[in-house]
């Protein structure tokens, strides 16, 4: 098995550094990262790298369909870069070798659109929030209001990740304001700090709670309807492995990829 995930991006883009400075408790890492030599697709049937630039939200499901995608192309290594959306986005237009975007809202998929480096996005999916709380609940959080409460330590994605507009439609359409002890750079941050016990409950996706069976507790909640969040992917207009992205975005297109997605918790759009 060939499948590797990217290392660490050392690109400084300015909304990354935006974000991470919202982060009360974060590393002050980039959410994302990815090799410093662009994917190829070397002649004579050499090695060939797809590179898959994904919403953090996509970890477990993607890392699931770069497995299958490539044990159907022998020889052929898909290389993810997970994170958040406005921060991945960002590095592409900064020129960030990739093939595929999958982002986490349409907003962050128009920033590449809009450079003119994708173009077409599909629609594959929906996501919703919900509150993520400690197994045994400390604080009692029974309800969204309930992170009303002062005492109640609560985390957020910051505002300019889709998580995080999720979470201000959200808490708008209750008629709540929740004042977060920390703001995070994308949902799996997010969720760790519940997983931790650093906070005891965090709005994140219904699909990062069943990824963190057994850790955390996910509470319903309604207004989480008013804040669902469309999933778009495109092939990138200046992909290195142009054929190789088409494939794979075919695969999270087809009964396959849905079904791994419906499993994970994710809605058809």
């Not at 890492?29 to 919403?55: I, L, M, N």
Request: net charge negative; with cysteine; charged share 20%.
């Amino acid at each position: 098995m060939v499948f590797r995930r990217l290392s660490r991006w050392a690109i400084a883009v300015p909304v990354a550094l935006a974000i991470a400075g919202l982060s009360g408790c974060g590393s002050g890492e980039p959410a994302a990262s990815t090799s410093s030599a662009p994917a190829s697709t070397p002649a004579g049937g050499g090695a060939k790298e797809v590179t898959v630039f994904a919403a953090a939200s996509l970890t477990e499901t993607f890392t699931e369909l770069g497995k299958t995608f490539e044990t159907s192309h022998p020889g052929t290594a898909v290389k993810f870069n997970f994170g958040s959306s406005a921060t991945l986005a960002q590095q592409i237009v900064q020129g960030a070798p990739a093939d595929v975007f999958a982002a986490a809202s349409p907003a962050t998929m128009k920033t590449v659109t809009d450079a003119s480096l994708a173009s077409g996005p599909t629609t594959f999916v929906r996501n919703k929030l919900e509150i993520a709380v400690p197994k045994d609940n400390p604080a009692k959080v029974d309800e969204l209001k309930d992170l009303t409460d002062p005492s109640v330590k609560v985390a957020l994605c910051a505002e300019q990740v889709p998580c995080g507009a999720a979470a201000v439609k959200a808490l708008d359409a209750a008629g709540l304001k929740v004042t977060p002890v920390t703001l995070e750079q994308d949902v799996k941050a997010t969720l760790t700090k519940v997983e931790l016990g650093e906070v005891d409950a965090a709005l994140v996706y219904t699909t990062d709670v069943i990824a963190a069976a057994g850790k955390v507790r996910g509470v319903a909640f309604p207004e989480a309807d008013k804040a669902i969040n469309d999933y778009p992917i495109a092939t990138l207009s200046k992909a290195p492995a142009g054929d190789l992205a088409k494939q794979f975005v075919d695969l999270v297109l087809s009964q396959q990829g849905k079904d791994v997605l419906t499993k994970a918790g994710f809605e058809a759009p």
